[in-house]
Nanobody
Framework: VQLQASGGGLVQAGGSLRLSCAASGRTFSSYAMGWFRQAPGKEREFVAVIKWSLSSTYYAESVKGRLTISRDNAKNTVYLQMTSLKSEDTAVYYC?????????????????????WGQGTLVTVSS
């Protein structure tokens, strides 16, 4: 699986942005997809994960209610809709993919190692 993230940019606090991650490969629907981020001087952290459908998602507490992950299997693309952005959301955002065993919860996936990573896209929120 190859991943290409895009959509980053400069936005004012309170604004919105949508990130996209295009995946190659014919078995995209068999992978969980996730977004992670790394702020300057900090370690990479989990943001959100999605399994097969919108009902199987899990978010970091810091983004819950403001960021929404979704996927379009027909387009092999996963999205991260970002609203009410804060200066602390400034980071390089990475999309990732991994296969999973049936029955694995989205929450459990958030703490597991991920197999494939995109190149990252920078989001800068100005206050």
């Amino acid at each position: 699986v190859q991943l290409q993230a895009s959509g980053g940019g400069l936005v004012q606090a309170g604004g919105s942005l949508r990130l996209s991650c295009a995946a190659s490969g014919r078995t995209f629907s068999s992978y969980a997809m996730g977004w992670f981020r790394q702020a300057p001087g900090k370690e990479r952290e989990f943001v959100a994960v999605i399994k097969w459908s919108l009902s199987s998602t899990y978010y970091a507490e810091s983004v819950k209610g403001r960021l929404t992950i979704s996927r379009d299997n027909a387009k092999n693309t996963v999205y991260l809709q970002m609203t009410s952005l804060k200066s602390e959301d400034t980071a390089v955002y990475y999309c990732a993919a991994r296969k999973f065993q049936p029955g694995t919860t989205a929450q459990a996936l958030s703490a597991m190692p991920w197999d494939y990573w995109g190149q990252g896209t920078l989001v800068t929120v100005s206050s």
